[in-house]
């Protein structure tokens, strides 16, 4: 019975320091099996870009594409977007630029109103955007090319961030992906930047989980009363 003692007072001990966290782990994953990621993503709300042909003409000219000081580009990148094809030149020592693929006019670093604009194109919502603004700082939101444009939507609090230099939509966020977020740090315990699921802190409370979970499988047997049956009378 010295067992018995020993796995109850670990499991139940252990149980009331870790079980507001196995709490979380269960909500959290039962929210991400209901959820598609593609939801998440907001991807049902992105417009396809359509079929488009580009002036083979205006190719031959790619040679005269300079950066801002007339540097040469290292790469040029022709992409098929909703707005129309573009041309995104990269530079050894400069931040990359944007052209329009038929008349070469660059196009970054971008307005607020252009910025808007693809915003726009790139989701299927047929409302207009309530506030556009200029982002140079990375949070727990958004980390993807600085600067960039914040478009934000009423329709589920979806805001579509645009790189100021490229054009590219980098990320879109949305109430139900600001939910998934929030309970992802939860569910890592990276309360902070919602990053790190390696930390010290949740590798301990794994183990002492662990721990609670096998001194509860330890007093299963001495749970369970097992009683005879009664033998039928003669």
């Known amino acids: 019975m010295r067992i018995a003692r020993l796995a109850s007072f670990v499991h139940k001990w252990l149980a009331l320091l870790v079980g507001l966290q196995i709490v979380f782990w269960v909500v959290s994953g039962l929210f991400f099996t209901i959820f598609p990621i593609e939801q998440i993503r907001s991807e049902h709300l992105v417009r396809p870009a359509p079929p488009q042909a580009i002036d083979t003409t205006t190719l031959a000219s790619m040679s005269d594409i300079r950066g801002p000081a007339g540097e040469l580009p290292t790469r040029l ?28 006019e660059r196009l970054s670093p971008l307005t607020a109103a252009h910025a808007s604009a693809i915003a726009r194109t790139h989701v299927t919502l047929t409302s207009e955007p309530r506030s556009v603004e200029r982002i140079t700082d990375e949070s727990t939101e958004y980390r993807g090319a600085l600067p960039a444009y914040r478009v934000q939507f009423a329709d589920g609090g979806l805001s579509v961030y645009v790189a100021e230099n490229t054009g590219a939509v980098t990320a879109r966020r949305s109430d139900l992906w600001r939910l998934y977020d929030a309970l992802w740090a939860l569910h890592i315990m990276d309360w902070q930047n919602h990053e790190d699921f390696n930390h010290p802190l949740i590798i301990a409370v794994t183990w002492l989980t662990l721990l609670s979970v096998i001194a509860g499988v330890v007093l299963i047997p001495y749970r369970i009363r097992f009683r005879s049956r009664p033998k039928a009378a003669g």
């Open 77 to 104: 990148v022709i992409e098929r977007r909703a707005s129309g094809p573009v041309i995104v030149a990269e530079f050894a020592d400069a931040a990359p630029s944007l052209f329009d693929a038929d008349t070469l």
